[in-house]
């Protein structure tokens, strides 16, 4: 009996801790592949050669680094998008219950109140039902302040089949990415009001 008891508070407390943990991968960018990117994200672009994709080591919210977009070309708009996507999510997701509210978050900062970025998470749920979760586009009115921004749903009733997250600039200017969420919104970090 005592076998048995120890055995369900085992999986009560993974229960718990899964609704505890940040589910992207490597969230605030401190860790670098070989090329200096960070780990756990694609460096996606289309239709531009430039060099967009960097990382910042002098500025993080908190760490060492924060992820940094630096565009020059105005043919960069939505559709010939640049960025960071971190994808695979949906298992992640998953293991949250049905229902659970999450919150996707992240701490932003632009050079100028002019450039502009967007940063979203979409997918599907098992029954095809696509969704997509924006991230409200702000100006930024104080150029190179960190501000956090957050966007709030729920795991589908029919669980998760695909999901990614992405993290793009959509005009010419700078923009970098720190400390970002994706997790029960009852567990998400409070704002640092940096």
């Not at 505890?20 to 780990?39: A, C, I």
């Not at 990382?55 to 760490?63: R, Y």
């Not at 302040?145 to 709030?152: A, F, I």
């Amino acid at each position: 009996m005592l076998k048995k008891i120890i055995f369900v508070c085992f999986f009560a407390s993974l229960a718990v801790f899964a609704d505890d943990v940040n589910l992207l991968s490597n969230p605030s960018f401190e860790t670098l592949n070989s090329k200096g990117l960070p780990v756990g994200y694609s460096a996606s672009k289309k239709l531009t050669l430039d060099e967009i994709h960097g990382v910042d080591k002098n500025g993080a919210v908190d760490g060492k680094n924060a992820a940094m977009l630096v565009n020059t070309d105005p043919k960069i708009k939505l559709a010939n998008y640049a960025g960071y996507i971190q994808w695979g999510l949906q298992n992640k997701l998953n293991t949250l219950k049905s229902g659970t509210e999450v919150e996707f978050s992240v701490y932003v900062k632009t050079d100028a109140p002019a450039t502009k970025f967007f940063i979203y998470i979409e997918g599907a749920d098992k029954n095809g039902k696509a969704f997509l979760k924006k991230i409200p586009a702000v100006s930024l009115k104080e150029s190179n302040k960190w501000k956090q921004l957050r966007v709030e749903f729920r795991i589908p009733e029919a669980g998760v089949k695909n999901a990614y997250a992405c993290f793009l600039i959509t005009s010419t200017g700078k923009v970098w990415f720190d400390n970002a969420y994706l997790g029960s919104l009852e567990n998400a970090p409070e704002p640092e009001g940096k």
